[in-house]
């Protein structure tokens, strides 16, 4: 049974937003005895809302309040509006997300001490380990059910006809590590049922078999009676107390109403733009550059992976769109090897589109035969999407528009990215090497894509040892103001080549280990 909270009750943990981070962070606090307050921006979508229709969906959940894209990377031509594609609505974006559930690597945790200095890049080291996080990760893993790992018992995904024409080039051309880590249920788990192979995972599992926070960690935590779910309510900003400590958020209903919730703590998870954009909308005449931001960090830093997109063409049919969305993951290349030139690694991500995404992200704004010859091919392709590790840049970032404001008010945020090198390096690698693995089972035409929108958004708030470096410590909690927790991408200290999810959970799990013993020991 739902909780409700009064305005003023301030022993209360205020989280913003309701995803990966936020979603996760209310189960485990619930469960030690934590009351919570969630604020979710977005409404709240059921299953029956769910349509098996990827614009459909794209149009009801992403969110699309106005954004821009500067910079020099592809989306200031080609998404200018779009830089970001992610959910608006309870569950985050782990209602749209892939399912691929990747772990780190060891190195990924100390880049600066792995790579060294790296001109025109902004590389520190984690302040944790991923010794420190395996444990985390191990929960994670069976929170969500990630098939084919041991911590979850799942068995593996069965494999699709994409799957197996993918594994079968790699393999061809000399590669190993080829697997399907994903949070779907293979069989019932969790009281949720074993995928159907429905093939629309992008667009909100519409009979919950793949994890997501709306329909497990968040009614949990109702279910305790210490959370209460308030959709539809968009922060403005977080209040502050003389001492500096947050005392409580102000956030707009969905009549337009502000209202000011109080809180004991505060814990931003609105993803790598909202959640920098909030810290820097709550700037005050004690932090006048924005909440935790003494370093100038906030907002800096901003990584979405080193991504691109290619589709083969093969001489049979695959039937791509047929079965889970992700196909055979590549690994090998996500291990170190600066011979090739870059440094850092990259998956190559066997990835489903149907066929209006296809169409849409093959050539942005551009038709014609070289197009419609490849559509009349569509149940031939197969699809790759590169994930490569994004080298962190400080002038990359969120910037707030100095005079255009969105619907509440607020000014809109700009996402500012411009490639480095490396991942310019890594980009031509990874598709080359797609190219191989499509020709080596005899694929007769190869199109590289431009990269589309990720959903990977990383940095902008992220953690150091040394405060003057980052925004938070190890414990995802501002250096500047103790009551203050980010939980969410944004703390990420470097992006890998794994999808962040998996590392947002285990971290969330941490973090609420840390935050309801700090409360009980009246640290917080």
């Not at 409404?43 to 349509?51: G, L, M, P, S």
């Not at 699709?160 to 080829?178: F, L, T």
């Not at 197969?382 to 000014?411: A, F, R």
């Amino acid at each position: 049974m739902s909780a409700k909270f009064s305005l003023d009750d301030d022993s209360v943990v205020v989280i913003v937003g309701s995803g990966a981070g936020g979603g996760t962070l209310a189960d485990e606090l619930t469960k030690r005895g934590v009351n919570v307050v969630i604020l979710e921006a977005g409404k709240h979508y059921t299953q029956a809302d769910f349509e098996n229709d990827e614009w459909a969906m794209f149009k009801k959940i992403s969110w699309l309040d106005k954004r821009i894209s500067a910079g020099g990377w592809h989306h200031t031509e080609t998404y200018p509006n779009l830089p970001a594609w992610i959910v608006k609505g309870v569950g985050g974006s782990t209602m749209h997300f892939s399912g691929l559930a990747l772990r780190f690597l060891p190195h990924d945790f100390k880049t600066r001490s792995t790579y060294g200095e790296v001109k025109g890049a902004n590389v520190i080291d984690w302040p944790i380990s991923y010794e420190e996080l395996a444990p985390y990760y191990d929960i994670a893993e069976r929170k969500m059910g990630v098939a084919g790992t041991k911590a979850s018992g799942l068995p593996e995904m069965p494999p699709n006809n994409h799957y197996k024409v993918i594994a079968a080039g790699a393999r061809k051309v000399g590669y190993k590590d080829i697997s399907r880590p994903v949070a779907s249920n293979t069989r019932v788990n969790d009281g949720r049922p074993a995928c159907q192979q429905i093939g629309f995972c992008m667009q909100g599992c519409k009979i919950g078999a793949k994890w997501s926070t709306l329909y497990s960690e968040i009614p949990r935590a109702i279910e305790t009676g210490r959370a209460e779910l308030r959709p539809q309510s968009m922060v403005l900003k977080i209040e502050h107390d003389k001492s500096g400590k947050v005392s409580g958020v102000l956030y707009a209903d969905k009549d337009g109403r502000q209202h000011l919730q109080k809180a004991r703590v505060v814990c931003v998870a609105g993803n790598s733009i909202e959640s920098p954009r909030l810290l820097l909308n709550s700037a005050s005449s004690m932090f006048p550059n924005g909440l935790a931001n003494s370093s100038g960090q906030v907002g800096k830093n901003y990584m979405n992976h080193t991504t691109a997109a290619a589709i083969a063409i093969h001489k049979g049919p695959v039937y791509m769109y047929r079965g889970f969305d992700i196909a055979a993951v590549i690994s090998d290349e996500a291990q170190l090897n600066p011979d090739r030139g870059f440094l850092g690694g990259y998956h190559l991500e066997g990835l489903a589109l149907h066929l209006p995404f296809t169409a849409a992200f093959m050539k942005p704004g551009g038709w014609g035969r070289e197009v419609t010859s490849a559509l009349e091919q569509y149940d031939h392709m197969s699809c790759v999407w590169v994930c490569g590790e994004d080298m962190p840049q400080e002038e990359n970032g969120i910037t707030l528009h100095p005079t255009e404001k969105d619907q509440y008010g607020l000014p809109i945020p700009i996402v500012t990215k411009t490639d480095h090198t490396n991942d310019a390096a890594m980009r031509r690698h990874g598709l080359a090497q797609w190219r191989k693995v499509s020709e080596a089972v005899g694929a007769t035409r190869v199109i590289d894509m431009p990269p589309y929108p990720a959903s990977h958004n990383m940095g902008t708030n992220r953690m150091s040892a040394n405060a003057r470096d980052g925004v938070l410590n190890k414990w995802g909690q501002a250096h500047d103001i103790k009551n203050l927790f980010v939980s969410d991408g944004s703390q990420f200290t470097s992006s890998s080549a794994a999808n962040p999810t998996l590392t947002i959970v285990a971290l969330a799990v941490r973090q609420a280990e840390y935050i309801a013993g700090a409360m009980q020991r009246r640290e917080l």
